[in-house]
């Protein structure tokens, strides 16, 4: 079944069923598992290495560089279309997909080509930003010290996404003057230990667990030119959330449609047919979960152009239409994020409402909908975005730069 057939309107390019083609075979095969998966915790491994078999982690790459050129929406289109068969996929994904736009995008031509030939060749990143305790605001706990003419890393990152899976480590760390800096860290080197210890409800197989580093030796090569990141990474990453809300909204809907379909048991006396499949109030709520993820994936595609135009202003000389891109791409994702989350939310809910007691047992899995949802919105609290569209819309202001979680200066003055 087309994306078309299926209802969820076409792809945002012309190649784009093209493109995804060979993963859709892959998809159905994750999308079987799903279940039984998530039940026996089955870590992704094999769904790992079956995507990047087929090329998937090198989507965004040059063609040049060994990748296909997608375009943005090309590759939050498929993002949908991965989150609906394993929303864990696509966040254990997350960090890679924007390291391989930071590679993309980074202005110092050596360290741009080292990468994309690493990428290239089919390694995958993983994510160490985030730290848990009493770190201070945008100051890393996790530090490199030189001593001996070597690098040294020590501490330890939490939420470190997709490392489980990976071949490296895209992580921030303090350097002996206090100040960030970007490192690359080799998930096998001696001295890295990485625990599948995340215990949400939701986002279970996503790896997203506790990363430790005890006296690792990190080569010149591997600390980054500079910290920064790409300059549309907050809306990017983001969007890679909204993009799953949106896969999991279709399966949502795809599920309870099917077991809508299969359902021979009435409630006698409240309804006024005799099979479920016929019942005009079953229709609407199984028709209504459908709108929901419809409209949650059309909001995730025009976001996605609002970020192809951001990223299309590399390398102009025009400043301030630099920034405007950027701004308008940050402001167009916030606009989707409490609504989709909102719409996501309500659609893994209401499917319920469709099906009888045995809806909720274990074995349907159908909870995991609505609690992979509910993770993904509180990765990025979703409360503070729409008071930065009002800010703006209203005051002029763009949006403000992330800088992280931690404890704020005044609080651990």
């Known amino acids: 079944m087309t994306q078309v057939s299926a209802g969820w309107g ?47 982690p090198r989507w965004r790459l040059p063609v040049e560089a060994g990748g296909f050129g997608a375009t943005l929406p090309e590759l939050f289109a498929a993002l949908s279309e991965i989150g609906a068969a394993e929303p864990s996929l696509v966040n254990a994904l997350r960090s890679h997909l924007g390291f391989c736009e930071e590679v993309i995008s980074s202005p110092d031509s050596g360290w741009r080509q080292h990468w994309l030939a690493r990428l290239g060749a089919g390694d995958i990143s993983g994510s ?39 071949d490296w480590i895209n992580l921030s760390a303090a350097d002996p003057e206090g ?3 970007g490192v690359l860290v080799p ?31 990190i080569a010149d090569a591997l600390i980054k030119p500079t910290a920064q990141r790409f300059r549309y990474a907050a809306g990017f990453f983001q969007l890679v959330h909204i ?15 099917q077991l809508v379909a299969e359902r021979t048991r ?7 047919v005799n099979r479920v499949s ?23 595609g025009l976001a996605a152009q609002a970020l192809q135009r951001a990223a299309d202003q590399r390398g102009n000389p025009d400043e301030a239409a630099r920034e405007q891109s950027y701004a308008l791409a940050d402001i167009e994702v916030s606009q989707t994020v409490t609504v989709v989350t909102d719409l996501i939310l309500d659609a893994t809910t209401r499917l319920f409402d469709a099906l009888g007691s045995s809806a909720a047992k274990r074995g349907l899995g159908l909870d995991r909908h609505w609690r992979n949802a509910r993770t993904i919105a509180s990765h990025n609290p979703r409360v503070y975005h729409d008071r930065v569209i009002g800010d703006w819309r209203v005051n002029g202001k763009a949006p403000p730069p992330k800088t992280g979680v931690g404890i704020a200066p005044a609080a651990t003055a």
């Open 187 to 217: 998930t096998r080197a001696p001295g890295v230990a990485i625990d599948d210890d995340w215990d949400g409800f939701g986002q279970q197989l996503s790896a997203s667990g506790t990363a430790r580093f005890d006296n690792v030796t």
């Open 10 to 56: 076409a792809g945002p390019t012309a190649r784009y069923d093209e493109l995804i083609a060979p993963l859709r075979p892959i998809l159905q095969w994750v999308r079987e598992r799903a279940v039984q998966r998530e039940r026996e915790h089955v870590l992704l491994h094999a769904e790992i290495q079956a995507l990047r078999e087929a090329g998937f």
């Open 243 to 257: 993009a799953t809300l949106a896969g999991i909204g279709r399966a949502a809907a795809a599920e309870v449609a």
């Open 278 to 300: 016929e019942d005009p109030q079953i229709l609407e709520v199984v028709g209504r979960v459908h709108s929901l993820a419809y409209v949650a994936g059309a909001a995730a």
């Open 128 to 166: 160490g930003f985030s730290e848990v305790g009493g770190n201070a605001l945008a100051s890393p706990s996790t530090r490199l010290t030189r001593e001996a003419g070597r690098w040294r890393l020590d501490g330890a990152k939490y939420y470190t996404s997709g490392s489980l899976y990976a």
């Open 179 to 181: 100040r960030t800096v």
């Open 266 to 272: 009435v409630y006698g006396g409240r309804t006024l």
